[in-house]
C-alpha cells in the first residue's frame, strides 16, 4: 500500500484557516467530513488530523501524527522532542511581559517576589530563572489579562499582536520574551517514504511562500529607457523585453520583491515607465 503522512494542523482556532488556505495553495483538495478527527487529501498522499494545538507536539512526539502545522509559542512550551522544519508566516505573535499601565516600570527586577499570571509556565519560568528573578507563576488557561484587576496577579506573560487587549484591560507592555509564528513540525523518525512526501509538500510551501513575497510588474517605456529601467528592475534575471505596436515603444516584464516594490515605484516613473501593471503570482519555483 501506498504510504502517506499524517499531518495535523488546528480544528478551530486562529490557525486553521490558514492552515487549510496553505495546504490548498499547495494544490492539496481536502475531503471534507464534518466533524471528522481525520480527513483524507484526494490528490496527495496525506491525511489531515484536527486537534487542538496545544496537543500537536506530543502527537507529533510519538508518532500518531507526522508532522504538524503550530505556533512556535506552543512547540516552545510544550518542549517535546520534534523538528521544526519551516516558518510559515503567519500567525504572528509574541510573547510579552506586561504591567499595569499605572505601575512604573524600569527594568526586570520589577518582578522580584511579583505574581505572574500566564498560560505558559514552561516559557516563562526558564525566562526568569535565566534573569535571575524569583517571581510567584499562576497558571490560567484563559483570559489572562483580566488578572491584574482582579487582584489574581500583579503581571501578565501572554500572547500580544496588535497589544489592544492588553491596552483595553488597562496593562502595558514592558518585556518580549518570545517571537511566534506558524510553523510545520515534523516527528524525529521519519522513514525514506515518508521523508520523501515530507520534501514534495515542503518544496510546494516554499513555492507558495516565494510566490507571496514577489510580484509579477509589467510596464511600458520609450526605447531609450529601457537601459536605467533595467538597471532600477531586481528581476530574478534581467527583464523580459517585448516590442510594441507603437515604434519607439516597448514592454517590460520582470519579478520583482513585495517590500522593494514600493521603494522602486517612484525611480521607474521618474525614468519613465508608464502603464505600470502589478500582478500576483500564483507559484514560483526557483
Ligand atoms: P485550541 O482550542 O486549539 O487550544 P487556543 O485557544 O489555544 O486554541 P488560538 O487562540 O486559536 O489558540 O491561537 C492559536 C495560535 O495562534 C496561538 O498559539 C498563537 O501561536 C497564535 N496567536 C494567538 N493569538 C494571536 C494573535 N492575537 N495574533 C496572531 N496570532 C495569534
Ligand atoms: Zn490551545
Known sequence: MEKRLKIAIQKSGRLSDSSKALLKECGIQIKNGKNNLMAPAVNFPIDILYLRDDDIPQYVEDGTADLGILGENVVAE???????????GFAKCRLSLAV???????SLLFFQNKKIATSYPVILSSFLKKNNIDAEIHKISGS??????IGLADAVCDIVSS????????????????????????NTNLDEEQTKIFEQLMFRIDAVKSAKKNKYILLNAPNSAIPSITNILPGIKSPTILPLAEEGWSSLHSVVNEEQFWNIIDELKVA???????????????
Open 100 to 106: 499595569p499601565k499605572s505601575d512604573d516600570y524600569n
Open 272 to 286: 519613465g515607465a508608464e502603464g505600470i501593471l502589478v500582478i500576483p503570482i500564483e507559484k514560483m519555483i526557483s
Open 78 to 88: 510544550t518542549d517535546k522532542n520534534i523538528i521544526t522544519a519551516k516558518k510559515l
Open 144 to 149: 489572562v489579562e483580566i488578572a491584574p484587576n
Open 163 to 186: 497589544g489592544s487587549t492588553l491596552f483595553s484591560n488597562g496593562l502595558k507592555e514592558v518585556e518580549v520574551i518570545l517571537q511566534s509564528e506558524a510553523v510545520v513540525v515534523a
